[in-house]
């Protein structure tokens, strides 16, 4: 498992460096490979054995087909069809954190999830194509509701792993809407990929 999480963490370090220069085929053939990388943590650590791993490994597989599908740029059905699978893959999430829920809540960090998800909508609204104000404004909702049945987990890397998907999201709202600059990338990549790796770990028995 040590050589795994390695491994992984040196692709994610890789990926970081091809997602900030822009360079479209090291990140064609590096994202698969670190996508797959924290499928394969879960799997390691038995995941497959209990409840909460069954939903949390299949949020990454629903998350891993996102990644491919969000690789090519300028594909409007290809970007929907990412979200609907990030979305797929947040739902599952949040079934896990409702099965693994042990009464432990911060009741102050959900409002402010809430305050946080919804400003940053109101503000990524403005830049948004008309067809796609509905489907974030329904992605949020989703994210927003992980982000807070995740607070109720007393294992502390299920609601940090959380609020960094969250966070990265927001980074890809703000590159694929906004301002897109390899900037963006040095949040979006370690964040999303922490995350996925800290969903992975949590679910192993």
């Not at 499928?39 to 629903?62: E, F, H, K, R, S």
């Not at 979305?87 to 409002?111: E, K, M």
């Not at 609020?163 to 906004?178: E, H, T």
Request: glycine share 8%; net charge positive.
């Amino acid at each position: 498992m040590n050589a795994v999480v390695g491994i992984y963490a040196v692709l994610v370090l890789v990926l970081t460096w091809a997602e900030f220069g822009r360079r479209r085929n090291w990140q064609y053939f590096l994202k698969p490979l670190a996508a797959l990388g924290f499928i394969l943590i879960a799997l390691l650590g038995g995941a497959i054995y209990w409840p909460y791993g069954q939903y949390i490994l299949w949020g990454l597989i629903a998350c891993a087909a996102g990644d491919v599908l969000l690789l090519p740029r300028g594909k409007p059905l290809l970007f929907k069809l990412g979200m609907a699978a990030f979305a797929i893959g947040h739902v599952l999430y949040f079934w896990a954190f409702i099965v693994y829920a042990d009464g432990f809540s911060f009741h102050a960090l959900a409002i402010a999830a809430i305050i946080a998800g919804l400003g940053f909508f109101i503000w990524v609204r403005h830049h948004l194509p008309k067809d796609m104000v509905v489907p974030v404004a329904i992605y949020s909702v989703i994210i927003i509701a992980m982000v807070i049945t995740a607070l109720n987990v007393s294992l502390i890397i299920v609601p940090i792993a959380a609020a960094m998907f969250a966070l990265s999201d927001m980074f890809v709202a703000r590159d694929r809407f906004v301002k897109g600059e390899g900037l963006n990338a040095l949040a979006i990549t370690p964040l999303y990929f922490g995350a996925q790796a800290l969903f992975a770990l949590s679910a192993a028995i």
